[in-house]
């Protein structure tokens, strides 16, 4: 079992950055596909960016390509969301989630593990 653990969530102004880490306890993290996801309030669940076992991979939803950088530590057994010009609209929970694959992953469905979430809130 893949515990995983958000941080770095918070509230920032239009045009703000955070970055999230997300900390997994298991230790063949660097065999896991990685990626993030966000919900907001009365939507479902959507992609924001995966990342492949050795980080070579990356994919990003249209809504976040050129403001969203993914990226993983495995000797930390870390991965990352640096998130630059936040808008209000990138408000919502965002959660953590790993695959027992290797390849880049960009379905909810796809993925194995979650973890509890962390929320960023955008303001105008």
């Known amino acids: 079992q893949v515990q995983l653990v958000e941080s770095g969530g918070g509230l920032v102004q239009a045009g703000g950055s955070l970055k999230l880490t997300c900390e997994a306890s298991?230790?063949?993290?660097?065999?896991?596909?990685m990626g993030w996801f966000r919900e907001a309030p009365g939507k479902e669940r959507e992609f924001v960016a995966a990342?492949?076992?050795?980080?070579?991979?990356?994919r990003y939803a249209d809504a976040v390509t050129g403001r969203f950088t993914i990226s993983r530590d495995n000797d930390k057994n870390r991965m990352y969301l640096e998130m630059n010009n936040l808008k209000p609209e990138d408000t919502a929970t965002y959660y953590c989630?790993?695959?027992?694959?290797?390849?880049?992953?960009?379905?909810?469905?796809?993925?194995?593990?979650w973890g509890q979430g962390t929320q960023v809130t955008v303001s105008s």
């Open positions: 989630a790993a695959a027992n694959v290797w390849n880049v992953l960009t379905t909810v469905n796809e993925y194995d593990y």
């Open positions: 990342v492949s076992w050795k980080g070579a991979s990356t």
């Open positions: 298991e230790r063949t993290f660097s065999d896991l596909a």
